[in-house]
């Protein structure tokens, strides 16, 4: 399991990294690359969804965040996206 722990913050800081340098240069890559965070909280709430929770138990974290962050993640690249193909071409 640690290492499971430490492949999540190596993504946390890959996805950090994108988004703070290549996505705030308008990079297309990095636009595409960024939906990776809305289908996997999507995909965690699906797993959730199909595995289920044993009865009488309140719903895991992730049944709650995890529609919020893709709904909030898939909004602001929809919104984002004239800037990122209004023309400029990138490499």
């Known amino acids: 399991m ?3 722990q430490r ?3 190596w993504g946390l800081v890959a996805m950090s990294a994108i988004l703070l ?3 705030r240069r308008r990079e297309r890559w990095a636009w ?3 939906w990776t965070l809305p289908a996997w909280a999507a ?12 009865p009488g138990q309140a ?3 992730p049944m709650i965040s995890a529609p919020i962050v893709a709904a909030l993640a ?3 690249l929809l919104l984002s996206a004239p800037r990122f193909f209004s023309g400029r071409r990138s490499s």
């Open 59 to 61: 719903p895991p974290p």
């Open 2 to 4: 640690a290492w499971l």
């Open 43 to 54: 995909s965690a709430f699906a797993l959730n969804l199909v595995y289920g929770v044993a």
């Open 7 to 9: 492949n999540a913050w």
């Open 32 to 34: 595409w690359v960024m």
């Open 74 to 76: 898939v909004a602001i």
């Open 21 to 23: 340098f290549a996505f």
